[in-house]
């Protein structure tokens, strides 16, 4: 079926019984698709909407504009955070400082395996930093990421097993539709030239890579943090720190991180 996507998310300011009712009726008549509706936080509901006639859009917003109790808060063509929100119920907690930053705790794995397995979807090259305490979950992760956008993966460093460093790889391991995971204190902390050489060269295809512990590994190579597309932070609970303290005192507790 044809027809654009838009995101409406309205704020409600008395919910009375009906209202969902009469919204989906304007939608109805104006032949507007639901296609997901959810609570997102707050008294806000988001919905994904579809039409094949941008003029309805304009008509439902004038209709909107005038319905008491509701503010309309977002009506454009939804981005990746749009789809998240309606989908969960919840925003993604993005950092204000990088936009690139989200964050994400334990209870929210579900959430942050939907929203890598969007990203590896994505084609061409792209650079994902992945931040965690050791044993938080991040490359179970990336997998289910993995699984989910249906994407075959690549250890390329890990710790996840037992210690991988890959010095080379099998001409149908470098493919582009691969999750390429690479883990940044193993490959620059206990590693050898030619598996350097391996992530430099994997690092230039267009395809994704996924690095945990970024900032290890950009303290020790070439690349830098402007380098990366998107940073995720996995954390056990909200105010945990990610600190990489440990390194100083030798690597035990990220033997099996």
Request: charge should be negative; glycine fraction near 6%; charged fraction near 30%.
């Amino acid at each position: 079926m044809g027809g654009h996507d838009w995101y409406l998310e309205y704020h409600i300011h008395k919910n009375r019984p009906g209202l969902l009712g009469d919204i989906a009726s304007i939608l109805g008549m104006l032949s507007i698709n639901i296609l997901t509706i959810n609570g997102v936080e707050n008294q806000r509901r988001g919905m994904l909407l579809r039409t094949d006639d941008r003029e309805k859009i304009h008509a439902l917003k004038q209709i909107l504009n005038r319905i008491d109790n509701i503010t309309i808060t977002a009506m454009r063509p939804p981005t990746l955070i749009d789809r998240m929100a309606v989908r969960h119920g919840r925003y993604l907690d993005r950092c204000l400082e990088d936009k690139r930053t989200y964050r994400f705790t334990r209870d929210e794995l579900g959430l942050l395996v939907d929203f890598l397995a969007e990203i590896f979807q994505k084609k061409g090259h792209q650079l994902i930093g992945v931040r965690g305490m050791p044993r938080v979950g991040k490359t179970e992760s990336i997998v289910a990421s993995s699984v989910c956008a249906n994407k075959r993966w690549t250890f390329v460093s890990s710790t996840l097993l037992r210690q991988t460093i890959r010095s080379q790889l099998a001409d149908d391991e470098m493919v582009p539709d691969n999750v390429y995971i690479i883990d940044g204190i193993v490959s620059t902390l206990r590693s050898t030239e030619r598996h350097h050489m391996l992530v430099r060269e994997i690092i230039r295809m267009q395809a994704t890579k996924v690095i945990e512990h970024p900032d290890i590994f950009v303290r020790e190579t070439e690349y830098e943090l402007d380098d990366f597309d998107y940073f995720i932070e996995l954390r056990n609970h909200p105010d945990e720190e990610i600190t990489y303290e440990l390194l100083d005192t030798g690597f035990s507790a990220f033997d099996i991180s």
